[in-house]
């Protein structure tokens, strides 16, 4: 059954991977499953056909066959549950791995949108220089304990899993801040999802569609 993506028609971040349909198409890529891409206008998201797949007019979305799914959350658990590759096949390594996704997406993913938020919505706020260290101070000090439990390991639980997937990619957002730097262990762990091949076709595949110039 053919797999059908959406994703803006063109980035605001004009191709560095830090819209949301990159973890689905790193996802899929890990899975060996081809996917579709359906390209959203800022317009269209807000129109009946999308909010339909949407409530709340975002991206990305998943079709497959009568089922239609929203939330990378949801999508990437989806796949995983799905198709070999993301999952461990043990029972509490799995549960695990789950726990994993909960935390990029609920403890770790919000201070880091606050930080966006920030920058660049509330910059000319007249409260703004004051309270940006208060949100990057709150940034360090998730990213400061989750340095602390990934130590030396390559892989938050063991091998390379759907909640390593999701952490890097809600980590990738902290890098322009210059905050993930300040870890040395999360930049390399960070690096190590971004060599992987899955994540390198994924980037690409987005990078060419916010381009305009097909994969290499
Ligand atoms: N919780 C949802 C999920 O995980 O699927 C959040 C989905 C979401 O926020 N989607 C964003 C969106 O559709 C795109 S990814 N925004 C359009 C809108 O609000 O109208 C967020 C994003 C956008 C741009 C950059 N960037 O340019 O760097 C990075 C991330």
Excluded at 52 to 79: K, N, Q, R
Excluded at 192 to 205: H, I, S
Aim: hydrophobic share 45%; no cysteine; net charge negative.
């Amino acid at each position: 059954m053919t797999i059908t993506i959406t994703a803006f028609e063109r980035s605001p971040d004009g191709g560095r991977g830090l819209a949301r349909d990159t973890r689905v198409r790193w996802a899929l890529e890990e899975v060996g499953q081809p996917y579709e891409v359906r390209p959203v206008s800022f317009q269209a998201k807000k129109q009946p056909a999308h909010l339909a797949l949407h409530p709340f007019g975002l991206i990305p979305t998943y079709e497959e066959g009568d089922l239609a799914l929203f939330e990378t959350g949801s999508i990437v658990l989806h796949i995983a549950e799905r198709h070999a590759g993301l999952f461990p096949s043990d029972a509490d390594a799995r549960a695990r791995a789950i726990t994993w996704m909960f935390a990029a997406l609920s403890t770790v993913e919000p201070p880091i949108l606050d930080l966006s938020m920030a920058k660049v919505v509330e910059s000319d706020r007249p409260w703004s220089r004051e309270r940006l260290p208060l949100v990057q101070d709150r940034v360090r000090e998730r990213l400061g304990q989750l340095s602390v439990r990934l130590g030396d390991a390559d892989w938050l639980d063991g091998a390379f899993s759907a909640g390593d997937l999701m952490m890097v990619s809600v980590l990738l957002r902290t890098r322009p801040s210059g905050i993930l730097d300040e870890f040395p262990n999360l930049a390399a762990y960070v690096a190590r999802g971004e060599a992987r091949p899955a994540y390198q076709r994924a980037f690409a595949a987005q990078l060419a569609q916010n381009t305009g110039t097909p994969p290499a």
